[in-house]
């Protein structure tokens, strides 16, 4: 079963996800988002900049498509037991930053995340969000963490200061974050109204500090009054990257100026596997060092000679089972690779059988030397000269410890730069 559907609030049209449910010849499901979510392996992300939750933007809020498991928003303008009752009341968790009053009347603020009660989430640590508080003062982005499979991820939603660029009090704010980040050693997604343009923001350093990767909310402006100018955006870290699967621009919101977006997101992300390189064990050095000192000069050109001839024999070997005398393959992508064919390829290959052996017999004279018996050199050197790069889970088991013990987490000076 396949077909898109239209959402409608007020007026207001809303492309939900795509149905579809995919099953095997005997009529078994694969994967299906028609039913319960809990059984579904996407994580939907809505955030917008909703400029004051009003009645319709509750309304258009509240009335999300089921698929939408987190809500996000900034700029609520409203108290904590407002916005919480509302959300708390349809079935929300809630972390909520109050808006900041300020002394020309008014308040700034107001930054919302929501999600869905069915899917285990926690609020931040109050002792930690203390200590944040304590270094860098009032915090002006709500977090929570979710838990994935074998994985919690650290969700932030954040609103800075409006025509301030990079500014004492901006940076503050995502000073914050680091800290935040830091201390619960969790990986990191968030969304937010920067009041920056994503490249101004790619090109500041900020991405790099944080460990993350930009998410671009696929439209040239998220602002309706405006051309090229994209504010609003997200970030996830590095090593959770490969849960992104979508972002879509929501554009059919009922406030102004500004649009929404959309982030899909895997909830197993240990299922993603990628090609990751091999790092060998570490040489002897230190003791092959105090050894080879001791040596005199006859002795230490017969060990060369003796690795070098080793190394000739090992390589030979292997040249006559594969037709080249390098340890290991390539990888097919790179053997096949029309570009690097022909005469190219062969004169590659033999500067590459040249180093290959000046490699291995340097490393059987440190092993030889170093005393290590032959029968477990094979444990120690490089099993191919051709870097190894094996099929691994891509995103380690991260849980947020519990906060049992507050004073461990500051039992050294923290340090964020």
Request: hydrophobic share 40%; net charge positive.
């Amino acid at each position: 079963m396949e077909g898109k559907n239209k959402h409608v609030v007020k007026g207001v049209t809303f492309d939900i996800i795509l149905k579809y449910r995919k099953c095997k010849s005997d009529g078994t499901i694969i994967q299906d988002n028609l039913g319960s979510l809990a059984e579904n392996k996407i994580f939907h992300c809505f955030f917008s900049n909703v400029t004051f939750l009003a009645k319709h933007a509750q309304e258009y809020l509240l009335s999300l498509p089921h698929e939408i498991a987190l809500i996000a928003t900034v700029e609520n303008h409203k108290d904590s037991e407002f916005v919480e009752s509302k959300f708390q009341n349809c079935g929300f968790n809630t972390s909520y930053a109050e808006p900041l009053s300020l002394p020309t009347g008014g308040n700034h603020g107001g930054e919302l995340i929501a999600i869905k009660s069915r899917y285990q989430s926690k609020c931040i640590p109050k002792h930690i969000l203390e200590h944040i508080t304590k270094e860098y003062g009032d915090l002006r982005f709500a977090a929570r963490t979710v838990e994935f499979h074998m994985v919690d991820v650290l969700f932030v939603t954040v609103y800075l200061w409006c025509n301030e660029g990079f500014s004492v009090r901006n940076n503050m704010i995502l000073y914050q974050i680091l800290m935040l980040k830091h201390l619960l050693r969790l990986p990191l997604v968030g969304f937010g109204d920067f009041n920056i343009t994503y490249n101004e923001f790619l090109n500041s350093g900020w991405a790099e500090r944080l460990r993350v990767n930009l998410i671009h909310p696929g439209l040239d402006s998220t602002l309706a009054s405006c051309t090229n100018r994209p504010i609003d955006f997200g970030f996830i870290s590095y090593e959770i990257d490969t849960m992104k699967k979508l972002v879509k621009p929501i554009t059919s919101v009922p406030w102004a100026p500004h649009f929404g977006f959309m982030v899909a997101l895997t909830m197993k992300p240990r299922e993603a596997t990628g090609l990751v390189l091999s790092i060998p064990k570490k040489l002897p050095i230190d003791i092959f060092t105090a050894k080879w000192a001791a040596l005199e000069s006859t002795q230490k050109a017969e060990a060369i000679t003796k690795a070098s001839k080793r190394s000739k024999l090992i390589l030979n070997k292997q040249k006559r089972y594969t037709g080249v005398g390098i340890l290991g393959k390539p990888l097919k992508e790179l053997a096949e690779d029309p570009k690097f064919q022909g005469v190219l390829k062969n004169d590659s290959i033999k500067l590459g059988e040249a180093q290959a052996q000046a490699s291995l017999a340097a490393e059987l004279l440190v092993l030889d030397v170093a005393e290590i018996p032959r029968q477990e050199q094979k444990n120690v050197r490089v099993e191919d000269n051709i870097p190894n790069s094996p099929l691994n889970l891509l995103v380690k088991i991260t849980r947020l410890c519990p906060p049992t013990v507050p004073n461990l987490c500051f039992g050294a000076k923290s340090k964020v730069s």
